[in-house]
């Protein structure tokens, strides 16, 4: 006889994953009485009431000339995503054999599609160059990591049996592209879809997308029309496999051309100013090391703003874990009751799930902000409820691929016995992902007022401090490379990830 | 004057030797099957003979090897990718070559793959893969027939009329297969691998279905169980 083991005990692996997952929420717990959590507005409830109308009955009739704004905002995502997809295409094919290159896409990729434009902006104002290049940068360094994981795949059997002498391109046009071309072309629109909802975020920066709208809206209380403005959105993000057809695309990117408008005029003499002069420390360019410390000293904040951000980023992280654990089962086919009630129990979930996920998370925090006033509440909310939701659509996804093997177990036994096993290694894994996508947008948020890097690159921009920004920036980007390291260390390894959803 | 051979010969993948101290040599005019259980050798001597012919051999490799979204047309071309230019080769994707599309129809309709030439391979059934795979290999147009067992998918009567069409085809053909009686019908001589080496080496006409069924390590089958057993095999694969 041998004693059972105690807590948390032994070797197999869901205990080992089991041991990691609770190290990670004990951290998290012990930090966060470091975060500002504190409820700033007197009454949310009348605030969200107030909203919750206008989503229920949205103000058709306020919106004026919805058209320029969806089109607009469809022009830019189409065409930062195929530049980008162009630009990141012959990166991904030297990405394995070039520490630059992997060094260069892991960089541009680790700025937020938002601060690229703010930058841009500086230059080409408030015109379709600013929203391209905000787009078609990140994109080109996210594409050509993506393609080149996907190319390594490649079966190797066609390669083999081509002809002795047979030319590299040749070979390639032959034996590896067709092999591959389904999930490049639908991991492309996976990206497109996240193009989508960069392009309205743009508006946040002032761009006219629907996000410009949305802002304003929301700002001036008009929920009414913010409702009727969201819904336009989750209609075009739902009728995306009707509208973004394979053989429409072409027709949809000539017109767009016609609504991204001529280019701007562009003062060669500013352009070098900035790019030589404006984004450097003065001291840096005046070779004086000493003024540089001071330099450096005068940017407020900056500890406590890589702090938050990092903390930030760990609750939001830990936050999405536990949502998409108590989220995923609304939209499993294994916890919908039986018969159309079933059916239907099972559809809402679905929907909530895509809503949630749809969203863009700088919305969601901006409702959330209204609401609960400028602590890192509403972040934490925001980053959790959109990432979470989105993993647990997947994991559902997952969940709906496997059978069960005691279908008669009650539905505790069947989601802590039958499910979450051969689920949790997956989802682990996913979380692992998003951890470099929640810091990326956790330092976005900062936008909004909460002190974390973005609000203060934010506010640099704002008093034309270009070199602190660029200094800021760098810094985040630096930060999200150590994000993505870590984490890929801490992911359990040998899960295939069915879903390149990041 | 052979054709190829090997003396003492180690051949493994790298450091992993699965057949040590092989001495063999092939002819030229010579129709050679290789029999033994899968996992016995048969495709790691075809490689190294592909190796050693390059350019004077077709290959028909195990698997097919073809690339699912292409054109039946496209994978048969495939044959000769290395006798046109990377432009010719991407051109040809985009229009099909026009001194080519004939020669790849003629060559499909006596393949029995009439009017597939311009459907994907992957809407083929496994029996229309092997016989584009086969085709491939025949577009090649080369002296020398090297398959890894081009027929494991097609039953023996569609096997043997591939095999005339490749021995029409080609002077020399070494062909790794697992239907013993046509290794008996058809091929001048048997190669027989088992445990990394080989133990039988003959003409087909001093040999008996007995012999064959001595490579397989359950000796006491019969032609008909190895047959259907290499068939489920097949299947199950």
């Known amino acids: ?502 | 004057m052979p054709l190829l051979s090997f003396e003492d010969l180690d051949l493994g993948h790298g450091a992993q030797v699965v057949l040590p101290q092989l001495s063999l040599s092939f002819e030229a005019g010579e129709h050679v099957a290789l029999l033994g259980q899968s996992g016995a050798g048969k495709s790691t001597l075809l490689s190294e003979i592909r190796r050693r012919l390059a350019s004077q051999a077709a290959w028909c490799p195990q698997g097919h090897g073809l690339v699912p979204l292409l054109s039946v047309y496209h994978n048969v071309y495939m044959g000769r990718l290395e006798r046109h230019s990377a432009l010719a080769n991407l051109l040809n994707l985009l229009h099909p070559n026009r001194q080519a599309w004939p020669v790849v129809e003629a060559l499909c309709d006596e393949l029995g793959l009439e009017g597939l030439i311009r459907r994907p391979v992957a809407a083929l059934s496994g029996g229309q893969r092997q016989r584009v795979a086969i085709a491939r290999a025949l577009y090649q147009a080369r002296h020398v027939f090297l398959g890894d067992e081009p027929f494991a998918s097609v039953d023996p009567h569609q096997a043997l009329r591939l095999l005339e069409h490749i021995k029409r085809r080609h002077e020399t053909s070494i062909v790794a297969l697992h239907q013993h009686r046509l290794a008996l019908q058809e091929f001048d001589r048997v190669i027989g691998l088992r445990d990394g080496g080989v133990i039988l080496d003959a003409p087909t006409r001093k040999l008996d279905i007995a012999h064959l069924d001595a490579l397989y390590p359950d000796a006491a089958q019969t032609e008909a169980g190895s047959e259907t057993s290499s068939q489920a095999r097949i299947g199950a694969s």
């Open chain 1, 1 to 502: 006889m041998s004693a059972a083991p105690g807590w948390l005990r032994g070797d197999s692996p869901g205990l080992t994953l089991a041991r990691r997952t609770l190290a990670l929420v004990a951290i998290c717990i012990v930090l966060l009485p470091l975060a500002d959590l504190r409820l700033l507005t007197a009454d949310p409830w009348t605030e969200l009431g107030r909203m919750l109308q206008g989503l229920v009955w949205p103000a058709w009739g306020a919106l004026e000339s919805p058209f320029n704004a969806i089109a607009l905002t469809v022009s830019v995502a189409l065409w930062g995503t195929f530049l980008g997809a162009m630009l990141g295409f012959p990166l991904a094919l030297i990405f394995h054999r070039s520490r630059w290159v992997r060094g260069f896409c892991a960089f541009v990729r680790a700025i937020h599609e938002l601060f690229w434009a703010l930058l841009f902006l500086q230059v080409f104002g408030l015109s379709a160059v600013t929203a391209l290049a905000a787009l078609t940068i990140p994109y080109a360094g996210i594409f050509a990591k993506v393609y080149a994981e996907i190319l390594e795949l490649t079966p190797r059997g066609p390669r083999d049996a081509l002809p002795h002498g047979t030319g590299r391109t040749s070979r390639f046009l032959y034996a590896e592209l067709p092999l591959v071309w389904g999930r490049l072309a639908s991991y492309t629109r996976y990206r497109f879809e996240c193009g989508l909802r960069a392009s309205v975020l743009l508006g946040f920066v002032g761009l006219p997308t629907l996000g410009f709208y949305l802002e304003s809206a929301f700002r001036e209380g008009r929920f009414g029309e913010a409702g009727a403005l969201l819904w336009l959105f989750y209609g075009l993000i739902a009728s995306l496999h009707w509208w973004g057809h394979r053989r429409l695309l072409p027709l949809l990117m000539l017109a767009a051309l016609f609504w991204l408008g001529p280019l701007p005029d562009v003062d060669g003499a500013l352009l070098w100013r900035f790019v030589s002069q404006d984004l450097w420390p003065a001291p840096l360019l005046a070779g004086d090391v000493a003024g540089l410390g001071a330099w450096l000293a005068s940017i407020p904040d900056l500890l406590p703003a890589i702090g938050n951000t990092l903390l930030l980023a760990l609750m939001g992280t830990v936050g999405s874990l536990v949502v998409a654990l108590l989220l995923w089962p609304l939209a499993s086919r294994h916890f919908a009751g039986p018969g159309v009630g079933g059916r239907l129990q099972r559809s809402l979930g679905r929907l909530a799930l895509v809503m949630l996920r749809s969203t863009p998370e700088l919305m969601l925090a901006f409702i959330f902000l209204l609401l609960l006033g400028p602590s890192m509440l509403p972040a934490w909310l925001a980053l959790s409820l959109h990432n979470g939701a989105l993993i647990a659509f997947l994991v559902a996804r997952h969940a709906d691929g496997l059978s069960l093997g005691m279908p008669d177990l009650n539905a505790s036994g069947r989601y802590a016995y039958e499910l979450l096993p051969r689920l949790y290694p997956n989802l682990l894994a996913l979380i692992c992902y998003r951890a470099e996508v929640i810091l990326r947008e956790t330092a976005l948020l900062g936008m909004l007022g909460i002190a974390t890097l973005g609000f203060y690159i934010d506010s640099s921009f704002e008093y034309l401090m270009f070199d602190q920004a660029l200094f800021l920036l760098l810094i985040t980007a630096g930060l999200n490379m150590l994000v993505d390291a870590v984490s890929r260390r801490f992911r359990p390894r040998d899960v295939p990830l069915d879903e390149p959803c990041t």
